[in-house]
């Protein structure tokens, strides 16, 4: 690829007039992600911690590379005629990480920001999750480096279709299932449903999930987070002896995932004392009223205003006396410059990689268990799994039903990690780790190596 560009960069050299003294213009696009050697990014986080569990797979060794090269990574240009009639053209990939216990599942994020090494890297997480949670999919994920606020509701779908058409020939029900990520809702679901349908000719509900439920969507998909993070974080809570009715439980992100976690800790009788989002925060010594919180935030956008509790800065959320902490909003939050104050027992990562490396080495000296985000958000993708199983059958079952499943499933998971990590003394997220890759690396053993 690098010769192609100098090869282009030379034409244009030997055309330009010799005596030009015009300055050369800045290229208005960044060099591509996956031409820059130096931007290894979240997959280079991903290959040390494949590397800190080599040593716990035994003779499933011999297969650890299959882990750090991913099996199909597509790079796809995704042209959009803009409503001023101009073309846009932007980058977008799917990385099928591994697929040998399953399709591929994982969603797909619209973001400026979105690199081909960010994709790759959430691909493999999805790997670990699926396996984590021992649903039977691989792992994958898709992007656009694209920001959707700068599209109007006609580009939006044109993007999403022309996407959806160009990585078509990689995805379907039972070869690689998107579902919604940052920015990519059961609108844009919808779309890309419809377009894969319409170009395979046939109804394929099947091939995304977090669909609307009118087209094949599952009941609990919405809340189905939020409730694997409680159900992971009550198990967890257990083990340490820590009780729930009466814990101390602050948040981080009231959205989706905060949102539900915040709610059924509150049903379960912990005094939510806490919660921080990117308006601002709230506190209250004797428990927030999270309904009514919930209804604030859904009225102004935000939990900044609420007028039962008092106004809290960011310092004090992270340093705020409590039992459990859920970051439940971006990545990072938790950092070598806050994790030294925080005084919880427990922290349960609803959010993707909300804690740094550094921070997550300052925890465990301090002794603070972290339940990671492999193991404790996986209920998101649980449900999609139900989905997708629904969506086959055409038969739907009940919100009851849908809940016990996923409460039988994360806990039997959370199990395996806690014996795990009880067993090789290592932190659930090592331990995690440990589970899935024994599961994924056994599949491709049984499988063995074609030819
Ligand atoms: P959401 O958009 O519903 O909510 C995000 C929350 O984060 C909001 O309350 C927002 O105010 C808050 N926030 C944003 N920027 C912030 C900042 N700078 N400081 C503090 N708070 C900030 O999103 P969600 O679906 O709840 O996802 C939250 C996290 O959980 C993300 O990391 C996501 O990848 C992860 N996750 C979500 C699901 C799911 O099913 N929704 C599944 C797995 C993982």
């Avoid at 911690?49 to 882990?67: F, H, I, M, N, S």
């Avoid at 779309?191 to 609307?212: C, E, I, L």
């Avoid at 993070?229 to 989706?256: C, P």
Wanted: charged share 20%; glycine share 12%; proline share 6%.
């Amino acid at each position: 690829m690098a010769t192609r560009t100098q090869a282009k960069t030379t034409r244009t050299a030997r055309k330009a007039p010799a005596a030009s003294a015009a300055p050369v213009a800045a290229p208005t696009h960044p060099l591509p992600s996956y031409l820059d050697p130096n931007h290894l990014g979240p997959w280079g986080t991903y290959l040390a911690q494949v590397d800190r569990v080599a040593p716990y797979l035994g003779p499933l060794g011999k297969w650890v590379e299959t882990l750090k090269r991913p099996k199909r990574s597509l790079i796809v240009d995704v042209a959009l005629r803009r409503d001023d009639g101009t073309i846009a053209h932007f980058e977008g990939y799917r990385v099928q990480h591994n697929i040998s216990r399953g399709p591929g599942k994982g969603g797909v994020r619209f973001h400026p920001d979105v690199t081909l090494s960010e994709v790759m890297a959430l691909a493999a997480w999805m790997s670990i999750k699926n396996a984590a949670v021992n649903v039977p999919y691989g792992g994958a994920k898709g992007g656009i480096r694209v920001d959707p606020r700068t599209l109007s509701l006609g580009e939006l779908e044109r993007v999403t279709r022309r996407y959806t058409s160009e990585i078509g020939l990689i995805i379907g029900p039972s070869k690689d299932i998107p579902a919604p990520d940052v920015n990519t809702n059961e609108k844009v679901m919808a779309w890309m449903m419809d377009t894969y349908s319409v170009n395979v000719g046939a109804t394929a509900t099947g091939v995304v999930t977090g669909k609307p439920i009118d087209l094949g969507g599952s009941l609990g998909r919405r809340e189905a987070t939020g409730r694997g993070v409680f159900t992971v974080g009550a198990e967890a809570a257990q083990r340490i002896g820590l009780t729930i009715e009466g814990s101390r439980v602050a948040v981080q992100g009231f959205g989706n995932v905060g949102g539900v976690a915040g709610k059924l800790f509150a049903e379960a009788g912990a005094k939510v004392i806490a919660v921080q989002d990117h308006s601002g925060g709230v506190s209250n010594d004797r428990g927030l009223n999270v309904p009514k919180l919930l209804d604030h935030v859904a009225a102004t956008g935000g939990v900044a205003g609420f007028r039962g509790g008092e106004p809290l800065t960011a310092e004090q959320f992270w340093s705020c006396k409590c039992d459990i902490l859920i970051p439940a909003a971006l990545e990072g939050q938790i950092n070598a410059q806050n994790a030294g104050k925080i005084k919880a027992r427990m922290v349960i990562e609803g959010a993707n990689g909300p804690t740094t490396p550094e921070a997550d080495d300052i925890l465990q000296d301090k002794g603070v268990l972290v339940v990671p985000d492999v193991i404790a958000n996986a209920g998101g993708v649980t449900v999609s799994y139900f989905e997708w199983v629904q969506d086959f059958s055409s038969f739907f079952w009940s919100e009851a039903e849908i809940n016990q499943r996923l409460v039988r499933i994360m806990t039997e998971a959370f199990t395996a990690v806690w014996n795990t990590a009880q067993q090789h003394q290592v932190s659930l997220r090592t331990a995690t780790f440990i589970v899935a890759c024994r599961r994924i690396l056994h599949a491709r053993d049984m499988r063995g190596l074609y030819p």
